[in-house]
């Protein structure tokens, strides 16, 4: 089991950048692929990105390729979403989450986090 606790959120105007962070507890951390995935309100809930276990393979939805970057440190039990670019219709809450293999697919997913929330302002 592990527990996933976001951070780095915050409010951005439009053009800017944030880096979010989600800090793992356990020890198999290493052994779990992960993803980020945000929600706005009156929406669902949406793929971001997602890497595997050994950070070899990154996957993105088409709408933040190229913008933002997700990258993990196993050492420090962390991942992260680098975000550049920003667009005011990508405020959400921002969440990260665990799972046995990578996917876009909420379903594939065990673990999550409470969530962050990002603002980006016009």
């Known amino acids: 089991q592990v527990q996933l606790a976001e951070s780095g959120g915050g409010l951005v105007q439009a053009g800017g950048s944030l880096r979010l962070s989600c800090a793992a507890s356990?020890?198999?951390?290493?052994?779990?692929?992960m993803g980020w995935f945000r929600q706005a309100p009156g929406k669902e809930r949406e793929f971001v990105a997602a890497?595997?276990?050994?950070?070899?393979?990154?996957i993105y939805s088409d709408s933040v390729k190229g913008r933002f970057t997700i990258s993990r440190d196993n050492t420090k039990n962390t991942v992260y979403l680098q975000m550049n670019s920003l667009k005011p219709e990508e405020t959400a809450v921002y969440y990260c989450?665990?799972?046995?293999?990578?996917?876009?697919?909420?379903?594939?997913?065990?673990?999550w986090g409470q969530g962050t929330q990002v603002t980006v302002s016009s």
């Open positions: 356990g020890r198999t951390f290493s052994t779990y692929n």
């Open positions: 989450a665990a799972a046995a293999s990578i996917s876009r697919e909420l379903r594939s997913y065990s673990y």
């Open positions: 890497i595997s276990w050994s950070g070899a393979r990154t």
